[in-house]
């Protein structure tokens, strides 16, 4: 499974090993990096509660079904 923590990442990257690694996709999370890599895509500041907000949108979370 793809890993969820960069610094994990980058040591898988380094090992010498006799086979090749397949990474499959990550279901510990509600969105996929790729996911998440287009959200951010453009946007001048990351800010936590604007990608919450957009992941209540996504998913129907918590969300007043007269303001959507």
Known sequence: MQ???RSFAAFLKTLDLD???RFI???HFLWA???FR???TG???LVLEDFYRAS???FDILMDK???
Do not use: L, S, V
């Open 25 to 27: 996709e990550n279901n």
């Open 19 to 21: 086979c090749p690694i």
């Open 3 to 5: 890993p969820g923590d």
């Open 33 to 35: 990096c790729e996911e």
């Open 38 to 40: 287009t959200w951010a």
């Open 43 to 45: 946007r001048k500041h």
């Open 66 to 68: 007269q303001n959507q």
């Open 56 to 58: 209540r949108k996504r």
